[in-house]
């Protein structure tokens, strides 16, 4: 038992480290301030350096963070050790692209077993999280795109786990689960 989950974390980190470096943008030097070290995931070992004004700018809860007096923005390290890093490194794309990218020829069902769509489900519930409706948005028009011609269907679930880790007042969340229901 335990090698076979030592196989299925190497697998899992393998596949961490291929999203990743999928995800992963370059940016050019700019005169702008050093970027904040979010530490991510349970074991602190996955570092993004993230620009602050871009944090600050898609997140009110970055904002609260770097300009309410919390410790991190004095140390320049933000530590969010019960997020995913494929879940972060999605969002870390998004704040420098303004686009949450997916496969953009996954319309058959029968390739739908990606895990696309439960990361498209994990992004948006990050981004309630996060506070950031720009990253709702921009995870609706992948969800839309993802939907695309010829049969806009949403695979069953992804509605439902949104819906229950979401605010209950959260009008995106409603829409998302009002296009599932068709």
Same mark, same amino acid.
């Given at each position: 038992? $335990? ?6 974390? @190497? ?8 999203? +990743? =470096? &999928?995800?992963?943008? #370059? $940016?050019?030097? !700019?005169? !702008? ?6 530490? $991510? ?24 963070? +770097?300009? %309410? ?8 390290? *933000? ?13 870390? %794309? ?6 949450? +990218?997916?496969? =953009? ?6 390739? &739908? @077993?990606?895990?696309?769509?439960? &990361? ?7 981004? %309630? #999280?996060? *506070? @950031?409706? =720009? ?8 969800? $839309? ?7 806009? *269907? ?6 439902? %786990? ?13 829409? !998302?689960?009002?296009?599932? #229901?068709?």
């Amino acid at each position: 038992m $335990v090698s076979s989950d030592k196989a299925n974390a @190497s697998k899992e980190g393998e596949e961490l480290a291929a999203a +990743m =470096s &999928r995800l992963s943008v #370059r $940016v050019p030097a !700019t005169d !702008t301030p050093l970027p904040i070290l979010l530490v $991510v995931g349970e074991e602190g070992i996955y570092h993004f350096h993230v620009h602050e004004e871009l944090l600050v700018k898609h997140s009110k809860y970055f904002e609260a963070a +770097m300009h %309410n007096g919390w410790k991190e923005a004095e140390e320049g390290t *933000i530590y969010l050790s019960d997020l995913h890093p494929t879940d972060f490194a999605t969002f870390a %794309n998004f704040v420098y692209t303004g686009r949450v +990218m997916t496969k =953009s020829d996954d319309h058959d069902e029968a390739t &739908r @077993s990606d895990g696309e769509w439960p &990361r498209l489900a994990r992004a948006w519930i990050l981004g %309630n #999280r996060l *506070i @950031s409706t =720009s990253y709702e948005d921009a995870v609706l028009d992948a969800v $839309v795109d993802k939907m695309g011609p010829p049969k806009y *269907i949403i695979p069953l679930g992804f509605h439902q %786990n949104i819906y229950k880790n979401t605010a209950g007042d959260c009008d995106d969340s409603w829409l !998302t689960c009002s296009l599932a #229901r068709g």
